[in-house]
Structures are given as structure tokens and as C-alpha cells.
């Protein structure tokens, strides 16, 4: 089981940036992926949430409207566009997968598996 996390950037505030998660040695339509994200000092946070099929989407309250998750099964591959991006974004951005048939979750605690984190950082 592999995640990688890609995409990160300096970004002004106003702008957009796409995140990717490559996933290997299991099928993406099969588990729930979650974006998070971790600013300095601060406890990590679920951002967004994809689940096995059919593929529905969950969105913090602080994203809703600006991010949207979405995936490509032939490429294994899970994207997070992110729109109007503020200061207050900035942070590392980990994907994760839950287990087996396990549900979206907004809890860091309940994925077992991680990809390395992808810095996003929004400034002028």
C-alpha cells in the first residue's frame, strides 16, 4: 500500500492549486480517501473525503465551496482542487486511506495508512 501526495506550492491568495494522490498496490474504488491538513503548532485536520463507491464526497465546513475532491479510477489517482485559496490554508496536506469497507471519516485517527505530506502555502 502506497499513497503519494504531489502538488504543493507558493500560491498568492486568490489563487488555486491541484494536489494528487497516487495510490498503488490497491484499488482506489474500494476504500475511503481523505485529504488533511497540518499547520504549524496545530492539530491535523480533515479537509476532505472520498468514499469507496460510489464515490460520494464530504467537505469541511472551512473548504466547502472552494475545494472539491474528486477521483480517476483508471489512475489510481485522487486530485483536491483547491480555489480561492486564503493564508489560512496554509499547511502540509497528507492523503490517507481508512481500512476495508470502512466509512469517510473526519478523524486522522481512523486511517491507517498515509501518504507524505505536500506543503501549501498561500502568501503575497
Known amino acids: 500500500v502506497q499513497l503519494q501526495a504531489s502538488g504543493g506550492g507558493l500560491v498568492q491568495p486568490g489563487g488555486s492549486l491541484r494536489l494528487s494522490c497516487a495510490a498503488s498496490g490497491f484499488a482506489l474504488d474500494d476504500y475511503a480517501i481523505g485529504w488533511f491538513r497540518q499547520a504549524p503548532g496545530k492539530e491535523r485536520e480533515g479537509v476532505s473525503c472520498?468514499?469507496?463507491?460510489?464515490?460520494?464526497?464530504y467537505y469541511a465546513d472551512s473548504v466547502k465551496g472552494r475545494f472539491t475532491i474528486s477521483r480517476d479510477l483508471a489512475k489510481n489517482t485522487v486530485y483536491l482542487q483547491m480555489n480561492s485559496l486564503k493564508p489560512e490554508d496554509t499547511a502540509v496536506y497528507y492523503c490517507a486511506r481508512r481500512g476495508p469497507s470502512e466509512s469517510c471519516s473526519r478523524w486522522y485517527w481512523d486511517f491507517a495508512s498515509w501518504g507524505q505530506g505536500t506543503l501549501v502555502t498561500v502568501s503575497s
Open positions: 472520498v468514499s469507496r463507491s460510489p464515490g460520494n464526497t
